[in-house]
């Protein structure tokens, strides 16, 4: 068969002797990127149960391990798989989402800690101390430990493929609904209230300037954010059952993340890591 006659759309052949010519590529196809998607690095390419268990082991190391022995360690490996997944700019932003409520600690613990007797100085009634400064250090620690570790488990693994993988291993199809809809809750009101805001704009709406004049703004955006929702859950509704949503039987799959060997090996360290922490922290020998 010569090229001419060949079949439209058919891959080339290799002329005999020679190396196999490359496949097309799944995007020259016209398929969809959850379809094609490639890791972006090792630690993307993990399992998203391997990245929960990870996560998991990594908040119960931070908090059951007391002093700086527990969430000092959990964070620079933090730091280190971000660098190398290159998620930091990602955890910088959401950990600046967390500053007030890092500054209402520090606050709290620094001025108002029970049974500290240590002070700083005196600032009028309010004497800062030393152990509140140490113990509301530890405790943003942690709280940082914990966030970047669901954080980076997060910005790592498409929400697609977290279903994917939940429903495999068995979650039922409402189960697995109500956690996409949930992962998915926050993002999707932020950009919603950027395409709101946008249009307002267009209209002649001022939200530029001053803070009280930004708070102004944000009155006339409530309303269409929150009707913007309820309309976005019946089209979602209206859309789950034309794809046969409530239909008996199980579903196939288009495609799932695969679990390879040093996933599973990597959870079961996970899993034998917690129970040790945990086991070691009922027993006293963590302190």
């Known amino acids: ?7 439209p759309g058919a891959a080339p052949l290799a002329a005999p002797g020679a190396a196999p ?32 268990a990870l996560a998991a082991l990594e908040v119960v190391a931070a908090f059951a391990i007391p002093g700086w022995l527990g969430p000092g360690p959990v964070l620079a490996v933090l730091v280190a798989t971000a660098l190398a997944s290159r998620t ?30 240590d002070p700083i100085g005196r600032l009028g009634p309010l004497a800062p101390t030393w152990s509140g400064l140490w113990f509301g250090l530890l405790t943003t620690a942690r709280l940082l430990a914990f966030s970047s570790a669901v954080a ?34 926050v993002p999707r009101t932020i950009e919603r209230v950027g395409e709101i805001m946008d249009a307002q704009r267009a209209r002649g709406m001022d939200t530029e300037g001053r803070i009280w004049r930004r708070a102004r703004g944000l009155v006339p955006l409530a ?15 209206m859309a789950l059952e034309s794809r046969a949503f ?9 495609r799932v993340p ?12 996970a899993l034998a890591g917690v129970v040790a922490i945990a086991a070691l922290r009922l027993t006293g020998r963590l302190g």
Do not use: C
């Not at 600046?96 to 890092?102: F, I, N, S, W, Y």
């Not at 409530?246 to 288009?254: E, K, S």
């Open 152 to 185: 980076l488990a997060y910005v790592t693994t498409p929400v697609d493929d977290l279903l994917a993988d939940l429903s495999r291993r068995g979650l039922g199809r409402r189960g697995v609904f109500v956690v996409g809809a949930a992962v998915q809750m």
């Open 21 to 52: 010519l490359a496949a097309p590529l799944a995007t020259d196809m016209g398929l969809p990127d959850y379809v094609v998607r490639r890791p972006k690095g090792f630690y993307h390419s993990l399992n998203p149960a391997t990245k929960l």
């Open 246 to 254: 409530t239909a008996p039987g199980r579903q196939t799959l288009l």
């Open 88 to 117: 930091m700019r990602s955890l910088l932003l959401i950990g600046l989402a967390a500053l007030p409520l890092v500054v209402s600690i520090m606050v709290v613990n620094l001025f108002l800690l029970p049974g500290a007797s």
């Open 258 to 269: 695969p679990d390879r060997s040093i996933d599973r090996a990597l959870r079961w360290l």
């Open 223 to 237: 309303a269409p954010v929150v009707f913007g929702a309820l309309a976005e859950v019946e089209e979602r509704t």
């Open 1 to 7: 068969m010569t090229a001419s006659s060949a079949t």
